[in-house]
């Protein structure tokens, strides 16, 4: 027997276990048509947030889906070796203990890593096993392991060898806290409202007296410039062009060029250029041919190439430095402040700084015109598609990618150094020397490069280093081309495209065939969650109060294409309670004796209830099926939601009472196995999105029965299924049963009272209708009869319309009129206030200017239910108005 209260904490961990040591997560052999999905490799430092929830759970509904229509479905898990976050992390330890990874020395360094990732990484695999993700764990894979590493020294020497990765001298955005490089994902722009922006006056070469104006946020970069630029139709400056300014502090000569980028609307129009130190100023430094003078190292303290007055200084004691000498020579025109947005690392919060520096670069530019092709041809597609123009965006604006690192943790370039600085790419030292050896004519020492890959360059790789590149594995020619990629747009850049552009050039073919962009969970204000703001909600926190379907049917159930997530827990117990409910019919099954029937077909069904239920169960599941097959994660829940509770619990469990509670016959027999079998398709269609209560109540219903739910076939059901005269009978009588309860509520019809209902203008298939359910009709309205009329109708009645027949309902003596009137008319006036109020304020441009995008959104909804009540409240006083 099934136990009373649903408590999936007594069963998930114990499902999950079996499907895991049963194999049931593994790709099906024997034939079948292959589909595949790439977990994003979460990184091993992590922890389960709700876009790693949202993202697993999408693709665990995928997965099983593929799997129960009987593709070989592999989905591909695995974990990204997280550079700095890693590093960090051990740094961290290390300080602690008092000590730091340069005593340590490299090797012993690696070695503490790895130990640190045997013991402590990789929580957020046993966090994904608690949400019921069902890769095939048995196939994990780590950016770092032996295979994987094979892979990235193999793509580098490669495209080193055929010109595409190089060394260059260039901007970077420098961490200094961290000493390393670090990619733009992990620039986090902060706003600084209390900023300043300084007015300078720049003096004129050989015109004394005479001076530019240039304005600044950051005073200390001056140092570094090389030029002031103004705009070439800027006529203010039209005679300075071609003209040098003297840089105060300096004395360094200037030239004043012209160019687009200054904007004549910004400040005076005219700027100052440091390429060393800006993006910007670097491109236009290139335009025109100027001098790179980088003044900071890389701690970003003042160097050696600024005066000597303010060398070894950190930058922002170098700013208060170089204010007080310029205000000491009267050169600040003005101070104004100034909002602007400030450079932070993610991880070590120091400001970012541009910093110029040799690094190792991959000519993103030529690997991209094929990746943009095949976009454009249609052999990738983006869902929504929408995201198509982000991912053209960047393309076609594609800069160098910068992969090299200054960290130790990684995969260290396969670069050598001779005595002289020749480099020497190889596959291992041993090739590198023998390169050495051709290049010098005798034996030299070497060096390796200190640095290590960008993590995105390892993970660039992911679609096929994972399936057993570079050899021709069974699994790499299986699931290559990938079907599907779910991820978020955050890193359409970073990751998707790098995954295209590197997947075409190695493979030949596409990484994938359908990119799925997901929403991103907010507040349910529409809030993004932030540690600073208090309103994270932690996943795992909901999974032990909740349960882990209930969370994972929410993130599907609101997962609608190209609108982002509001999260509010409230959401979560309604679908605990939807968990409940099928709990609780599947112990009405249990009591009532409905269990599977083998060989049940439910094209034979006879009864006219049964006829339209397994008709039901055909549409709901031809609505979950192509739902899913669109990518419709909303609508797919939505679907098998309704039916599971609507249709399912609330009317059919109803209509087959009395005869589940009658005498023994066919039709009783009928009904169990109708029951049992509706039950079953439930479970079957629920599984990918609620694996744990489906699977359980699937064991225990039948325990005798072989097999799996996670292995069972998906109800694929026979159009045919059903009857067209069954459904719209008992329709008709759903829709009469629930006006009916409107209007008891809407009058305020005591619950206990028995009231009479007269169908007046029936068709005789409408009155026949009326004659084969007035038990149930009558069970339902809380009717003390049902009877079809042609006479005169009441006083004191209330009428509504149902098809062709007058529905009436005789009132007098159930409740005061005048009463109820007043009582309505009361109602409808606050309603109607209430309507009036959030119009004018919705009406209000200041209000929606000046409001966050939650509480306008808020004010909407509630005028939509101030409308809908304002309706409903019409229509009860039209009822009544007669009388």
């Known amino acids: 027997m099934l136990e009373k209260t649903y408590r999936p904490a007594d069963f998930e961990g114990r499902l999950y276990d079996f499907w895991e040591e049963s194999g049931g997560f593994a790709g099906r052999s024997g034939g079948a048509e292959p589909w595949c999905v790439m977990m994003p490799p979460p990184n091993v430092t992590g922890s389960l947030h709700m876009g790693h929830a949202l993202n697993n759970t999408l693709q665990d509904v995928l997965t099983r889906y593929r799997r129960k229509t009987g593709r070989n479905a592999l989905w591909q898990p695995g974990m990204d070796?997280?550079?700095?976050?890693?590093?960090?992390v051990v740094e961290r330890q290390l300080a602690e203990e008092g000590t730091d990874r340069r005593a340590l020395g490299r090797e012993a360094f690696i070695d503490r890593v790895w130990s640190w990732k045997a013991e402590s990484g990789g929580a957020i695999g046993r966090q994904l096993r608690r949400l019921g993700a069902s890769p095939d764990w048995a196939r994990e894979r780590f950016t770092m392991d032996e295979g994987l590493s094979r892979a990235v020294i193999e793509v580098f020497v490669t495209l080193y060898r055929q010109g595409l990765i190089y060394r260059d001298k260039r901007l970077v955005n420098w961490d200094p806290a961290l000493g390393t490089a670090i990619s733009d994902l992990e620039v986090e722009q902060r706003e600084m409202k209390d900023g300043k922006l300084w007015h300078v006056r720049y003096p004129i070469a050989g015109r004394p007296g005479a001076h530019i104006v240039v304005a600044t946020t950051r005073p200390e970069t001056m140092l570094g410039d090389t030029a002031v630029a103004v705009h070439p139709k800027d006529p203010r400056y039209r005679g300075l062009v071609g003209s040098d300014a003297l840089l105060p502090l300096v004395g360094r000569r200037l030239p004043i060029v012209a160019d687009d980028y200054a904007d004549p609307e910004q400040g005076s129009g005219a700027v100052k250029i440091t390429p060393a130190h800006d993006f910007n100023d670097f491109e236009v430094g290139r335009r025109h041919d100027l001098a790179i003078v980088n003044v900071f190292d890389a701690q970003a303290r003042i160097n050696e190439n600024a005066p000597e007055a303010y060398r070894g200084l950190d930058r922002m004691e170098a700013r208060k430095r170089v204010l007080a000498d310029l205000e000491a020579q009267d050169l600040i025109e003005r101070v104004e402040p100034h909002v602007h947005t400030v450079p932070h690392g993610d991880r070590s919060g120091a400001v970012i700084e541009p910093w110029l520096t040799d690094q190792w670069y991959v000519d993103?530019?030529?690997?991209?015109?094929?990746?943009?092709?095949?976009?454009?041809?249609?052999?990738?597609?983006?869902?929504?598609?929408?995201?198509?123009?982000t991912y053209f965006e960047w393309m076609r604006n594609i800069q160098p990618w910068c992969i090299s690192r200054q960290l130790w943790w990684g995969h260290r370039i396969p670069a050598w150094y001779g005595p002289d600085g020749h480099v020497f790419v190889a596959a291992t030292e041993a090739e590198a020397a023998e390169q050495a050896a051709k290049h010098y004519g005798r034996t030299e020492p070497l060096m390796q490069d200190e640095d290590v890959l960008d993590t995105w360059f390892s993970s660039g790789l992911w679609p096929f280093s994972t399936l057993g590149w570079p050899e021709r594995t069974g699994a790499l020619q299986t699931y290559y081309p990938n079907s599907d990629l779910i991820t978020g747009f955050d890193i359409i850049f970073f990751w998707v495209a790098r995954m295209v552009m590197l997947g075409m050039h190695f493979m030949g073919d596409v990484p994938f065939r359908t990119v799925y962009i997901h929403a991103l969970v907010r507040d349910e204000k529409g809030q993004k969650m932030s540690k600073s703001k208090g309103n994270v909600i932690d996943p795992l926190a909901l999974i032990d109060k909740y349960g882990a379907d209930a969370l994972r049917f929410t993130l599907a159930a609101m997962e609608a294409q190209g609108r982002d997530i509001k999260l509010a827990e409230s959401r979560v117990a309604g679908y605990r309670n939807f968990a409940t409910k099928l709990w609780n019919a599947a112990r009405f099954c249990e009591a009532n004796g409905c269990a599977p029937v083998a060989g049940f077909d439910p094209a034979q069904v006879e009864g006219r209830v049964n006829r339209w239920i397994v008709g039901e169960a055909a549409q709901a599941a031809h609505e979950a099926t192509q739902a899913l097959d669109t990518y419709r994660f909303d609508a797919a829940a939505g679907a098998v939601y309704r039916f599971t509770w609507d249709v399912f619990c609330d009317w059919y469990l109803e209509f087959s009472k009395p005869v589940l509670s009658g005498p023994d016959g066919a039709a009783k027999d009928e009904t169990r196995a109708t029951c049992a079998w509706v039950l079953d398709t439930i479970l079957g269609l629920l599984h990918p999105f609620m694996p744990f209560v489906t699977e359980e109540l699937w064991g225990r219903i039948d325990e005798a029965r072989a097999g799996t739910l996670i292995t069972a076939p998906w109800p694929a059901l026979d159009d045919g299924i059903g009857d067209a005269d069954a459904a719209r009978e008992m329709d008709w009588v759903v829709r009469l049963v629930t006006q009916v309860r409107a209007v008891r509520a809407e009058m305020n019809v005591p619950a206990g009272a028995r009231i009479a209902l007269a169908l007046r203008g029936a068709v005789p298939e409408t009155a026949a209708r009326l004659g084969r359910h007035r038990d149930v009709i009558e069970r339902l309205a809380r009717l003390s009869e049902a009877e079809t009329t042609d006479g005169e109708i009441p006083s004191g009645s209330v009428q509504m319309m149902l098809d062709e027949a007058?529905?009436?309902?005789?009132?007098?003596?159930?409740?005061?009129?005048?009463?109820?009137?007043?009582?309505?008319?009361?109602?409808?006036?606050?309603?109607?206030?209430?309507?009036?109020r959030?119009?004018?304020?919705?009406?209000?441009?200041?209000?929606?200017?000046?409001?966050?995008?939650?509480?306008?959104?808020?004010?909407?909804?509630r005028l939509g239910e101030a409308?809908?009540?304002?309706?409903?409240?019409?229509?009860?006083?039209?009822?009544?108005?007669?009388?």
């Open 81 to 88: 070796h997280a550079g700095i976050a890693t590093q960090m």
């Open 364 to 389: 993103a530019e030529t690997l991209a015109k094929p990746a943009i092709e095949a976009v454009e041809t249609g052999r990738i597609r983006f869902v929504p598609r929408r995201w198509e123009n």
């Open 806 to 836: 007058t529905v009436v309902l005789p009132l007098a003596g159930v409740i005061e009129f005048d009463k109820e009137r007043a009582r309505l008319d009361r109602e409808l006036g606050k309603v109607g206030k209430e309507r009036a």
């Open 838 to 861: 959030l119009e004018s304020k919705l009406g209000n441009e200041q209000f929606l200017a000046r409001a966050p995008d939650h509480v306008v959104e808020e004010q909407r909804v």
């Open 867 to 883: 409308c809908t009540a304002e309706a409903r409240l019409r229509a009860a006083l039209e009822r009544i108005a007669a009388n």
